[in-house]
């Protein structure tokens, strides 16, 4: 199939991009190649896809509705997995309209396309973040989601609803994926596995949010890529194609459209992940305690069941197991 793959040099995008080029897909990527961290990394991660015949790149920002509309157009994509966003719960707090361009105007305007040219489906990432001030765990996909904390949640939480608007409208099959703490090899240097690795290795101490104790349901990479893949195959069909089977498979009452969180279903003590850094690094680590920052939660929660009665298949990869696989990746990137 073609498949329309946004954030391609990306942590994900990256990730789903190189399953999708394995299982013989042909993919057209798109990223902006934002300075919002290492730009080396991100073109290191196209290099790796871009030795596949299978796969193109091109940079440019999914604000530029003419450009994104000249790369749709030409590719005439039967799949669109949207992945590209600003991430990061504190960076919103720095430079919010990064947030507002990225995840609510791009967003847009693949919609727009989308709505002009149809995919056979539509998929977008979302976040664990949009259930903000839920105390009720673990976090279900029908919970309520109207109280975000920060505005990168509350932009994610915009995308859900503007794509079931767009889905009720057009009859776009669209899924949204609830992505809850995502770590693995190549991520993102923002990321806490990133900066503990980092610092731990370099003697330096590592900052650690709410004393330790939040807690966070981490799943790794190659599980949430292969939930991705197989939810694919899986066109939420249209409210009048449905039989009574579908019912309890978390589809709108008014579109072909549903959310499935992708998650372990199991969190682990942000202190246990560190141990974890520690015995796979072999090193202690030097750490400073703080109190919780702004716009963070205290736990995420995924229950899974949804994913599980859609694919069969439940994310299971170790704390222990994806630690080391990122910290060997790090050690080899890196020559440390």
């Known amino acids: 199939m073609r498949c329309l793959v946004t954030g391609t040099a990306g942590f994900i995008g990256f990730h789903v991009a190189k399953r999708l080029i394995e299982a013989g897909h042909e993919v057209v990527g798109i990223d902006g190649m934002t300075s919002y961290y290492d730009v080396t990394l991100k073109r290191r991660r196209h290099s790796v896809l871009l030795q596949s015949a299978k796969f193109t790149a091109h940079e440019l920002m999914l604000e530029d509705f003419g450009k994104v509309a000249n790369v749709y157009t030409a590719f005439n994509p039967e799949i669109i997995i949207h992945l590209a966003a600003q991430a990061g719960v504190r960076y919103s707090l720095e430079n919010p309209r990064a947030y507002v361009d990225a995840n609510l105007v791009g967003t847009f305007n693949l919609l727009e396309l989308a709505r002009a040219r149809p995919p056979k489906h539509l998929l ?167 109190p919780m920052q702004a716009g963070d939660v205290p736990t995420t929660f995924a229950d899974a069941e949804l994913l599980v009665k859609l694919t069969g298949f439940r994310p299971s990869t170790p704390i222990s197991d994806g630690v080391a696989k990122f910290v060997a990746w790090y050690r080899d990137y890196y020559r440390v």
């Not at 990432?125 to 105390?135: H, P, Q, R």
């Not at 889905?167 to 806490?192: C, E, K, Q, S």
């Not at 949430?224 to 589809?251: I, K, Y």
């Not at 008014?254 to 279903?265: D, M, T, W």
């Open 124 to 290: 977008i990432a979302s976040t664990s973040s949009v259930y903000g001030a839920n105390t009720k765990m673990p976090f279900v996909e029908g919970d309520r989601t109207d109280h975000p904390l920060s505005l990168y949640a509350a932009t994610k939480k915009a995308t859900e609803v503007m794509a079931h608007a767009y889905a009720h409208l057009w009859n776009i099959p669209t899924t949204l994926f609830r992505f809850f703490t995502v770590y693995g090899p190549w991520g993102r240097p923002d990321m806490a596995i990133f900066k503990f690795t980092k610092a731990i290795i370099e003697h330096q101490p590592i900052d650690v949010y709410g004393h330790g104790e939040m807690n966070r349901d981490f799943t790794y990479i190659d599980d949430l890529a292969q939930a991705v893949m197989l939810l694919v195959a899986l066109v939420p069909p249209e409210p009048t194609n449905r039989s009574t089977r579908d019912d309890d498979l978390g589809l709108s009452p008014a579109a072909p459209y549903r959310v499935v969180n992708i998650g372990n279903g199991s969190p682990i003590r942000l202190l246990n992940f560190i141990e974890a850094i520690e015995k796979s690094v072999g090193r202690p680590s030097i750490r400073n305690y703080l």
